[in-house]
Nanobody, 124 residues
Framework: QVQLVESGGGVVQAGGSLRLSCVAS????????MGWFRQAPGKEREIVGG????????YYADSVKGRFTISRDRAKNTVYLQMSSLKPEDTAVYYC?????????????????WGQGTQVTVSS
């Protein structure tokens, strides 16, 4: 079992930046690819991006490419989502998720563990 706890959400003005963190605890000795997802009110959950176990491969949704960066620090069991040039349409609850394996996946159903989410609100 792995427990994931996100932090770093909040309210920010459009054009601002936030950094989300996701700390893993529990069975962290296994290999996990990590993903960030978000869900806005009335919308389906969507992938924001992901990072492989090694950190050598990343994926970003087109809507955030060039503005968001995912990184991980395996020594700290932590994954980060650096968000810049935020837009009101980025407002959502952001979730991190862990997939048991080396490669990242873009489908939410491929992920085995989920955090509780952190709210990001971007005001115009």
């Amino acid at each position: 079992q792995v427990q994931l706890v996100e932090s770093g959400g909040g309210v920010v003005q459009a054009g601002g930046s936030l950094r989300l963190s996701c700390v893993a605890s529990g069975s962290t000795d296994r290999t996990y690819a990590m993903g960030w997802f978000r869900q806005a009110p009335g919308k389906e959950r969507e992938i924001v991006g992901g990072i492989s176990w090694s950190g050598s491969t990343t994926y970003y949704a087109d809507s955030v490419k060039g503005r968001f960066t995912i990184s991980r620090d395996r020594a700290k069991n932590t994954v980060y989502l650096q968000m810049s040039s935020l837009k009101p349409e980025d407002t959502a609850v952001y979730y991190c998720a862990a997939h048991k394996g080396l490669a990242l996946w873009t489908m939410g159903r491929a992920y085995d563990y989920w955090g509780q989410g952190t709210q990001v609100t971007v005001s115009s």
